[in-house]
């Protein structure tokens, strides 16, 4: 057996590795065409920001050990420049010499990546203006940072974008994120972005949403920014994050199936159009876990796990792969954010039905000092209760509640189901009630009729007709320090006694902070001969959709 692969990394690297374990008499040609054939793509802004303090601590693996420990013939600085599938050779490029010359396969993986984007914008090329993909893009802009930059803009407002603000803030760099959308973090719902927005002004990092830059020119202070608002933003440090595109131009080039976005179509054995010819990472479309529709999710895990069922499947030994969810979490100083399966805009856009909650509960027991309020969505279908995906923001303790939703996607539970989680408790880690076993409680009580529930971001039209009462159930001193507009006061303790102050001719949607009292407030109304709703996640959920109310 003879194996080519094209492209490092993580599909690459995996991949030869793995090879190298199913089979020791396999001859394995790994080409790279940059220096480094395997470093950390995730760490690179860590190391721009100084949080990692060594460059070698980026590097994965070197070619010296992939050959040394697993006898791999390691190519880097080599640019595979064509496939020519009917005789099976792809055409070889030495970059430091200009050689070309032709090696022969059996079987080929392409594990060529994505590209970030850069617009073809005036002065998208100038000096001091980068996309960040590898160890060299690293290495100038990091020395850029040292040297004293003192304002830095960045383009898109996605996860490299907000990971490469914190760490110029920390480097005392004014900072300014730029965003054409009206939300950072797009794969989210925006709500769900709020708190990071507040964790951004609270840094002094500037956002400018629904704005994108139409040009880039030399300036006063270096450079300028020309944005399509007219506004002009001053900076020595220019970086694009606006996204990225598979490298997939040897594969069209070759005559590859690929989709409309340009990834390399595969089927569950991650084998492409040419059944001699894998494909694996950024670079191909996968099936989405939830819709089972072919999609582009650019993460290192899924990446590597592709890899090892490529080889897999090369030496025999079947294996398909299940598809990817989008699970990822961003970290933003002692903020999180972190995802997977599909958001509301994802299914509102395949009109799939679904029904939503949120919960605010504590990372760990309230009781044990240093407990942080997280928010999480749920969403899930609206008749089996199956989990369709879940958002989670906060401090300590998201991470750990989105893997473990992530589980429960990957595995085709129910909010029944998470009722049911028995997961590890004591004060310090977690609650006897953990978040997760929460948003299962009211994700399974709103399908069982027992915990009706109105959205907030349909009130106001109900509240305007007269369709709706709308009740707070907090405290008055809560209630005066902010409330939903149109909103009476009738704490929750008070409220069997007071009755006779309500509608019976309206439905009565009650509401408190979080969910939990006008949960109870919902109880005792529906108990009592009233047509009443709680208002999902209280008005904490609502200051999500309303920051400024």
Same mark, same amino acid.
């Given at each position: 057996?003879?194996?080519?692969?094209?492209?490092?990394?993580?599909?690459?690297?995996?991949?030869?590795?793995?090879?190298?374990?199913?089979?020791?008499?396999?001859?394995?040609?790994?080409?790279?065409?940059?220096?480094?054939?395997?470093?950390?793509?995730?760490?690179?802004?860590?190391?721009?920001?100084?949080?990692?303090?060594?460059?070698?601590?980026?590097?994965?693996?070197?070619?010296?050990?992939?050959?040394?420990?697993?006898?791999?013939?390691?190519?880097?600085?080599?640019?595979?420049?064509?496939?020519?599938?009917?005789?099976?050779?792809?055409?070889?490029?030495?970059?430091?010499?200009?050689?070309?010359?032709?090696?022969?396969?059996?079987?080929?993986?392409?594990?060529?990546?994505?590209?970030?984007?850069?617009?073809?914008?005036?002065?998208?090329?100038?000096?001091?203006?980068?996309?960040?993909?590898?160890?060299? &893009?690293?290495? $100038?802009?990091?020395?850029? @940072?040292? !040297?004293?930059?003192? *304002?830095?803009? +960045?383009? %898109?407002?996605?996860?490299?974008?907000?990971?490469?603000?914190?760490?110029?803030?920390?480097?005392?760099?004014?900072?300014?994120?730029?965003?054409?959308?009206?939300?950072?973090?797009?794969?989210?719902?925006?709500?769900?972005?709020?708190?990071?927005?507040?964790?951004?002004?609270?840094?002094?990092?500037?956002?400018?949403?629904?704005?994108?830059?139409?040009?880039?020119?030399?300036?006063?202070?270096?450079?300028?920014?020309?944005?399509?608002?007219?506004?002009?933003?001053?900076?020595?440090?220019?970086?694009?994050?606006?996204?990225?595109?598979?490298?997939?131009?040897?594969?069209?080039?070759?005559?590859?199936?690929?989709?409309?976005?340009?990834?390399?179509?595969?089927?569950?054995?991650?084998?492409?159009?040419?059944?001699?010819?894998?494909?694996?990472? &950024?670079?191909? $479309?996968?099936?989405?876990? @939830?819709? !089972?529709?072919?999609? *582009?999710?650019? +993460?290192? %895990?899924?990446?590597?796990?592709?890899?090892?069922?490529?080889?897999?499947?090369?030496?025999?030994?079947?294996?398909?792969?299940?598809?990817?969810?989008?699970?990822?979490?961003?970290?933003?100083?002692?903020?999180?954010?972190?995802?997977?399966?599909?958001?509301?805009?994802?299914?509102?856009?395949?009109?799939?039905?679904?029904?939503?909650?949120?919960?605010?509960?504590?990372?760990?027991?309230?009781?044990?000092?240093?407990?942080?309020?997280?928010?999480?969505?749920?969403?899930?279908?609206?008749?089996?209760?199956?989990?369709?995906?879940?958002?989670?923001?906060?401090?300590?303790?998201?991470?750990?509640?989105?893997?473990?939703?992530?589980?429960?996607?990957?595995?085709?539970?129910?909010?029944?189901?998470?009722?049911?989680?028995?997961?590890?408790?004591?004060?310090?880690?977690?609650?006897?009630?953990?978040?997760?076993?929460?948003?299962?409680?009211?994700?399974?009580?709103?399908?069982?009729?027992?915990?009706?529930?109105?959205?907030?971001?349909?009130?106001?039209?109900?509240?305007?007709?007269?369709?709706?009462?709308?009740?707070?159930?907090?405290?008055?001193?809560?209630?005066?320090?902010?409330?939903?507009?149109?909103?009476?006061?009738?704490?929750?303790?008070?409220?069997?006694?007071?009755?006779?102050?309500?509608?019976?001719?309206?439905?009565?949607?009650?509401?408190?902070?979080?969910?939990?009292?006008?949960?109870?407030?919902?109880?005792?109304?529906?108990?009592?001969?009233?047509?009443?709703?709680?208002?999902?996640?209280?008005?904490?959920?609502?200051?999500?959709?309303?920051?400024?109310?």
């Amino acid at each position: 057996m003879k194996l080519l692969i094209v492209g490092g990394v993580a599909g690459g690297a995996s991949a030869a590795a793995r090879a190298r374990r199913l089979s020791e008499s396999a001859q394995i040609i790994l080409f790279e065409r940059g220096p480094d054939v395997s470093f950390a793509n995730c760490g690179l802004p860590y190391y721009v920001g100084g949080e990692i303090a060594h460059r070698e601590k980026l590097l994965v693996t070197t070619p010296e050990m992939l050959k040394s420990r697993f006898r791999l013939d390691v190519r880097t600085r080599s640019s595979v420049e064509v496939i020519d599938r009917a005789s099976r050779k792809v055409r070889v490029r030495d970059l430091d010499s200009g050689r070309e010359y032709d090696e022969s396969y059996d079987k080929l993986i392409i594990a060529t990546g994505a590209a970030p984007f850069r617009p073809s914008i005036p002065g998208a090329d100038l000096p001091g203006v980068f996309t960040l993909r590898n160890l060299h &893009d690293t290495d $100038e802009i990091r020395a850029r @940072v040292v !040297g004293g930059v003192k *304002q830095a803009v +960045l383009l %898109g407002g996605g996860f490299i974008s907000l990971e490469l603000a914190e760490n110029c803030v920390r480097q005392g760099i004014s900072t300014t994120v730029v965003e054409k959308n009206d939300q950072v973090l797009t794969p989210f719902d925006k709500e769900m972005t709020q708190p990071i927005v507040e964790a951004l002004a609270t840094r002094g990092v500037t956002l400018l949403l629904g704005q994108t830059a139409e040009s880039i020119q030399s300036g006063p202070e270096g450079l300028e920014v020309c944005l399509t608002t007219g506004r002009r933003l001053g900076a020595q440090l220019v970086i694009f994050g606006i996204g990225v595109r598979p490298e997939s131009k040897l594969a069209v080039d070759a005559g590859l199936e690929v989709g409309p976005r340009g990834g390399i179509r595969v089927n569950g054995h991650l084998q492409t159009s040419d059944p001699n010819i894998y494909a694996v990472g &950024d670079v191909i $479309e996968v099936k989405d876990v @939830v819709s !089972g529709d072919p999609v *582009q999710v650019p +993460l290192a %895990g899924p990446a590597n796990r592709q890899g090892r069922i490529a080889v897999d499947n090369i030496f025999g030994r079947p294996l398909k792969y299940r598809g990817t969810q989008g699970t990822a979490i961003l970290g933003f100083f002692d903020r999180a954010a972190a995802l997977t399966g599909a958001s509301e805009k994802v299914l509102r856009r395949a009109n799939r039905p679904f029904r939503k909650v949120y919960v605010h509960p504590t990372h760990h027991a309230g009781y044990y000092p240093g407990a942080e309020v997280m928010t999480l969505k749920l969403l899930f279908d609206p008749t089996t209760g199956r989990v369709l995906g879940a958002q989670g923001v906060g401090g300590v303790g998201v991470d750990k509640r989105i893997d473990v939703i992530a589980v429960a996607i990957q595995a085709g539970m129910t909010v029944f189901d998470l009722e049911e989680l028995e997961l590890a408790y004591s004060p310090q880690f977690g609650s006897a009630k953990d978040p997760v076993n929460m948003a299962g409680f009211v994700a399974g009580g709103l399908l069982r009729g027992e915990h009706p529930q109105m959205d907030v971001e349909v009130l106001e039209p109900d509240i305007a007709a007269g369709r709706l009462f709308l009740l707070d159930v907090r405290t008055p001193q809560e209630f005066a320090s902010g409330h939903i507009p149109g909103a009476a006061n009738i704490p929750v303790d008070e409220l069997r006694g007071r009755l006779g102050e309500l509608p019976r001719d309206r439905r009565i949607a009650s509401y408190c902070q979080v969910g939990q009292r006008g949960y109870l407030a919902t109880r005792i109304l529906l108990q009592s001969g009233f047509s009443a709703v709680n208002v999902g996640g209280g008005y904490k959920t609502f200051k999500l959709f309303r920051p400024s109310a």
